[in-house]
């Protein structure tokens, strides 16, 4: 079915569950075209495996054009492999050359336990949301849309933050697996936007907070995160959410502790 | 069993304000009593999740991938309409809803699609309270663009990636409820079946993909939000876990199933290269409003171009033929899909193909870049072109890009009455998941709108009816019903890890999608469809006799979910031609080659088949009873439909 002249060495992390210790065990592909992605790579590999009666490899993918945030390798010491601005399901494999070997690891965090070789649970970052990243807007009852006009400058940066896509690669690429870029980019998106006002300064101490319950270790700028970020979010949302967290800390105490009556 | 669409009596515009104000409302003291399962959390199921939980209800919802973030709305990329008439250029709501049943080949419900347009409004307002961040004017206010079918800017979009931004408003509407308690959401659960007692859905059947544990769970009323099933042509621009196994299994409980062979080929897509493509990618249909869209006007420059020997911009301007603007000059490059599509495609069998295959014709935006600079066209679709240089290794700022269509999204599915109800009573089906608003074609920029009308406000008000009506009596699995649903799943689990053969599920899949592309896609035949029954069939037999599964159930397996929803993809197959077989006629992007105009346009049978297809099963390898729902026109002529 392959119908490329690639062949390659695939050092791929094995780990049966979170329970159990993970091994590299290699593998061949061969035969690879340069027009697959990484994954339809992988495929192949996954097909010849079944074939021969052993367990496929296991990793998370699902839309596979960049933007569900499914995927998740960390491929040769990159999340999301070697080139900038890309998810792995992006990657294509005229990327590597020809008898190349490639290692394959899943997100090395706590926070993001180990659900089965290359797979991670990431909830991690979905109780972080639900600790306070949204307005609280019931459905109906809302103004025209035309009625809160926004200048396009502050649209256009809040789409750029709100163009995350929670794959994780920012605290598989930090040192301290900290989650601060994930954070700081919903905290940017709302604390531009008008509509994010009221719970602004609440949002920003709730969503720091299950930050560090998770686990997720903090920031120290060194600015992996942003170099690795599929969607190249910036390092400046992180300024602004240590803006907006310092901030409610000194001056919103009382506010916050009214809205949370 | 009769098929009873409970329309509202009345004029058109005041059905669903009358139907409203005549359903039964549960009080709110009482909303706490009644506990709902959810399954699926894309635009549909997290808005409906969401708005039922601030009502006041216990929902619980399900999704199949780890996190509800992920559902495939996600991936949607050009916009979503609403008729505000923010451009002053004479939309209305009886122009969208004209447009979209004049689009859907008048093969979709008029009052539906009306109550479409009119809440179309009201989910702009909603996203952008929920601080969705859509384009603006330098004003400040929103911004539009122009879709296919339309002759007016009504799409509003936020950059390339609206279904994005849409669903994580919806899904930020839901992490608040599961913050409040008043959502629980299971993800990584995969719905495997549907428990009905005394003919009412109550509840559910699931598997645990991190544990294999097979789980019933129990509520008033089910909604399945799960979907399109376009993969089962293999190759379509759905992720790769959308599948058909929720809807599939409901039908298969006596839930009928709406025109199955109405499939949307999207004709912008990046054509395929090679054996090894798991998906393919759509070119969002935003880009034909400054992408000019042409084939070579001879074989001979064809042939030049696929050897490689001409580049596309060197073709002179004489030798270029830009088909839909020459065919179609009031609408251009933006015609419906189905009729960009069919272009492409006739294009390509005269020979005038481009690109390695000839599978491909040229989407330019040379005189964009040229009109209005290079950079504005990057502000416009510079996420788009990225995503192509990614795939193809070609820079569509310097040539041409190249397109073929592809399968898209399904307007079929489960069949509905007017409140989103299957015929199983207590079974909602929202969103891509049935077949109600789009008729025969989907026009661009309606299925987030669909997803968040019957989410936010058709559901909750249409569910209530229901609720109100069958009281708040507590539901729980001890019934035996739950207990004899789960020995039928596990009894299925256990068959398809039987399965030590020689093929892998993925095997089998392509070869179901070769046969459904082949004789089931763009243009169909008699003779062919004949054909492809006979093949699925075999391959069908030949699924549970060589289909190998590895692993086991107690312990996340890949393999087994694969199994299961190609096992599903077969059977579906099967009916989709069935039902492509008895609709002898033309309509949308189903074009039967027996039924076209002198011209080669798609011609309708209106006398015999203005109907919705409903199909009843009736048991394994039993042929389906086919009901027929008349669909009648009072509001718009049927005619047919020109573009010129």
């Keep these: ?261 | 069993m009769t098929l009873d669409a409970k329309i509202p009596q009345g004029p058109l515009a005041e059905k669903w304000s009358k139907h409203k104000f005549d359903l039964k409302l549960v009080n709110p003291a009482n909303k706490r009593k009644y506990d709902i399962i959810v399954v699926g959390t894309g635009l549909a199921g997290a808005s409906a999740a969401a708005t039922l939980a601030e009502l006041g209800y216990n929902v619980k919802a399900f999704c199949f991938q780890d996190s509800p973030r992920r559902a495939h709305s996600i991936a949607a990329q050009g916009g979503i309409n609403a008729a505000k008439n923010y451009q002053n250029d004479g939309d209305s709501v009886f122009r969208l809803f004209y447009d979209t049943i004049k689009g859907g080949d008048y093969r979709a419900r008029e009052a539906n699609v009306y109550r479409l347009a009119q809440v179309s409004v009201n989910i702009i307002d909603q996203c952008v309270a929920q601080g969705v961040p859509f384009a603006r004017e330098y004003g400040g206010l929103l911004d539009n663009r122009s879709f296919g079918g339309s002759q007016v800017s009504r799409t509003f979009y936020a950059r390339g990636q609206t279904g994005q931004q849409l669903l994580l408003g919806a899904y930020s509407a839901l992490n608040r409820q599961i913050h409040a308690g008043k959502v629980k959401m299971y993800t990584r659960h995969e719905m495997l079946d549907v428990v009905t007692i005394d003919g009412h859905a109550k509840g559910i059947v699931t598997r645990n993909m991190l544990t294999g544990a097979i789980d019933t769970h129990a509520g008033h009323a089910v909604l399945l939000c799960t979907g399109g099933y376009s993969n089962v042509f293999y190759l379509s621009t759905n992720a790769i876990g959308s599948n058909v196994t929720a809807a599939w299994r409901a039908h298969k409980r006596g839930a009928f199933f709406g025109n199955p062979c109405y499939t949307q080929i999207h004709p912008t897509c990046i054509p395929v290269t090679g054996d090894h493509q798991s998906k393919l990618t759509l070119m969002s249909e935003s880009l034909r409003n400054d992408g000019r869209v042409w084939a070579p006007k001879t074989v001979e420059i064809a042939e030049q171009l696929r050897k490689g020997t001409l580049k596309a911009d060197q073709v002179k301007e004489d030798d270029r033929d830009y088909f839909l603007e020459r065919k179609y000059p009031a609408f251009g490059n933006l015609v419906p899909r189905d009729v960009a599509s069919r272009n492409a495609k006739e294009m390509v069998e005269e020979g005038k193909g481009v690109g390695g295959s000839g599978f491909a014709v040229f989407l330019d935006f040379a005189d964009a870049i040229k009109r209005l600079g290079e950079e504005t066209v990057k502000a416009k679709y510079g996420n788009l072109f990225d995503m192509y240089i990614q795939i193809t290794d070609e820079n569509p700022y310097k040539q041409p890009m190249r397109i073929y269509p592809a399968v898209h999204y399904t307007m079929g599915g489960l069949w509905v009455d007017y409140n989103l109800s299957t015929t199983i009573p207590g079974l909602y089906a929202l969103g891509e998941c049935n077949f109600s608003d789009h008729g025969a074609n989907r026009l661009g920029a309606s299925a987030l709108m669909q997803g968040l009308s019957d989410g936010y406000f058709v559901i909750p008000y249409t569910l209530g009816d229901y609720l109100a009506k069958i009281g708040p009596k507590k539901v729980d699995t001890s019934h035996p019903a739950f207990e004899q649903t789960k020995q039928d799943v596990i009894a299925h689990v256990n068959k398809l890890l039987s399965l030590k053969g020689t093929k892998t599920t993925n095997e089998y899949h392509r070869e179901l999608g070769h046969i459904m592309w082949e004789y089931c896609g763009m243009a169909r035949t008699d003779e062919g469809l004949r054909k492809a029954k006979g093949l699925i069939q075999a391959l069908k037999a030949d699924f549970w006799k060589n289909a190998i599964v590895t692993g086991e159930n107690e312990e996340v397996n890949a393999s087994l979910e694969r199994a299961g929803r190609v096992a599903d993809f077969i059977e579906l197959g099967e009916l989709m031609i069935d039902d492509a077989l008895m609709r002898k006629e033309s309509c949308g992007g189903h074009f039967r080659v027996e039924s076209q105009t002198a011209d080669g346009e798609a011609l309708r049978d209106d006398e015999n088949f203005a109907f919705v297809a409903a199909w009843e099963f009736k048991g394994e390898n039993q042929p389906e009873e086919l009901h027929k729902e008349q669909l009648t026109f009072e509001a718009v002529h049927l005619s047919q439909r020109n573009y010129a």
């Excluded at chain 1, 990793?59 to 945030?69: A, Q």
């Excluded at chain 1, 809302?142 to 400058?153: E, L, M, S, T």
């Design chain 1, 1 to 261: 079915m392959s119908n490329g002249n690639m062949n390659l060495t695939l050092k791929v992390w094995r780990q049966k569950n979170a329970q159990t210790a993970g091994k590299f065990v290699s593998y061949k592909a061969e035969s690879i075209s340069p027009d697959m992605s990484f994954l339809e790579m992988l495929d192949v590999v996954n097909e010849s495996l079944t074939h021969k009666g052993e367990e496929p490899i296991n990793f998370d993918h699902d839309c596979r054009e960049g933007i569900c945030g499914m995927c998740s390798l960390y491929i040769n010491g990159h999340p999301h492999g070697p080139k900038r601005g890309i998810t792995t399901c992006q990657l294509h494999m005229r990327t590597f050359h020809d008898g190349e070997t490639i290692t394959i690891e899943p997100w090395r965090a706590e926070a993001f336990p180990i659900v089965k070789d290359l797979a991670v649970d990431r909830s991690a970052f979905d109780r972080i949301q639900q600790a306070g990243g949204y307005v609280s807007v019931n459905t109906g009852g809302v103004p025209d849309g035309n009625a809160i006009p926004i200048p396009k400058v502050i649209a256009d940066e809040a789409f750029n933050s709100a163009t995350c896509i929670g794959c994780g690669a920012c605290v598989a690429a930090c040192k301290n697996a900290s989650a601060m870029l994930f954070v700081s980019a919903k905290i940017t998106q709302l604390g531009l936007l008008p509509q994010g006002q009221p719970e602004r300064y609440r949002r920003v101490q709730s969503m720091v907070a299950q930050m560090d319950e998770e686990g997720f270790g903090s920031c120290t700028n060194t600015g992996a995160c942003e170099a690795e970020c599929p969607k190249e979010i910036k390092l400046t949302n992180i300024a602004r959410m240590n803006n907006d967290f310092f901030s409610a800390k000194l001056f919103r105490q009382e506010e916050i502790h009214e809205q949370n009556h």
